[in-house]
T-cell receptor
Framework: KAGVTQTPRYLIKTRGQQVTLSCSPISGHRSVSWYQQTPGQGLQFLFEYFSETQRNKGNFPGRFSGRQFSNSRSEMNVSTLELGDSALYLCASKRAVGGDDEQYFGPGTRLTVT | AQKVTQAQTEISVVEKEDVTLDCVYETRDTTYYLFWYKQPPSGELVFLIRRNSFDEQNEISGRYSWNFQKSTSSFNFTITASQVVDSAVYFC???????????????FGRGTQLTVWP
């Protein structure tokens, strides 16, 4: 069974640009969550999607957005990039919403903003 | 509010030593889930265990064991006879559970970097 896949794995962008990251969940998983990992703030929750609807959102500015498609694949977008957006972005999938289920993480996309 | 504290930032041991990683959590929810994840240098978070708040039974899986004590709000993780391949960052996480909502976010601790020397 294939795991969570994320593309691209590495990305370098310039301040002010925008970026789109992609996540394909494990087959049969309908919930996708995104997390940002930085040395300063650790692992922080961005948002969770289920059935193409955002179900939960973390404390991030509106520049961070996401969406989920009918096949459960998800994308997140960051507009007007700032240096502080440099981070490892991790996507996680699980079968359904709620806390009583394991989340399986992808390898992450490492974004560097210069 | 949910909070997870991993007071140990870094731990170094020599191979075959036992090591315990501490995790203390705070939550007002009566039902919640606790997790441990391992993050090797490749970056991917690897799921290790999930525990619900009503199950305080300790669990052992090979060289890994977990001690959940609700009275002290702790969920500690012990690796017995550590190996070099155990070197990684280990994260403890908490997830509230509410049947009436769709909350599923994980609240992570800051992680403990474990280095096992040969």
């Amino acid at each position: 069974k294939a795991g969570v896949t994320q593309t691209p794995r590495y990305l370098i962008k310039t301040r002010g640009q925008q970026v789109t990251l992609s996540c394909s969940p494990i087959s049969g998983h309908r919930s996708v969550s995104w997390y940002q990992q930085t040395p300063g703030q650790g692992l922080q929750f961005l948002f969770e999607y289920f059935s193409e609807t955002q179900r939960n959102k973390g404390n991030f500015p509106g520049r961070f957005s996401g969406r989920q498609f009918s096949n459960s694949r998800s994308e997140m977008n960051v507009s007007t990039l700032e240096l502080g957006d440099s981070a490892l972005y991790l996507c996680a999938s699980k079968r359904a919403v709620g806390g009583d289920d394991e989340q399986y993480f992808g390898p992450g996309t490492r974004l560097t903003v210069t | 509010a949910q909070k997870v504290t991993q007071a140990q930032t870094e731990i170094s041991v020599v191979e075959k030593e036992d090591v315990t990683l501490d995790c203390v959590y705070e939550t007002r929810d009566t039902t919640y889930y606790l997790f441990w994840y391992k993050q090797p240098p490749s970056g991917e978070l690897v799921f290790l265990i999930r525990r619900n708040s009503f199950d305080e039974q300790n669990e052992i899986s090979g060289r890994y064991s977990w001690n959940f004590q609700k009275s002290t709000s702790s969920f500690n993780f012990t690796i017995t006879a550590s190996q070099v391949v155990d070197s990684a960052v280990y994260f403890c996480a908490l997830s509230p559970f509410d049947r009436g909502s769709t909350l599923g976010r994980l609240y992570f601790g800051r992680g403990t970097q474990l280095t096992v020397w040969p």
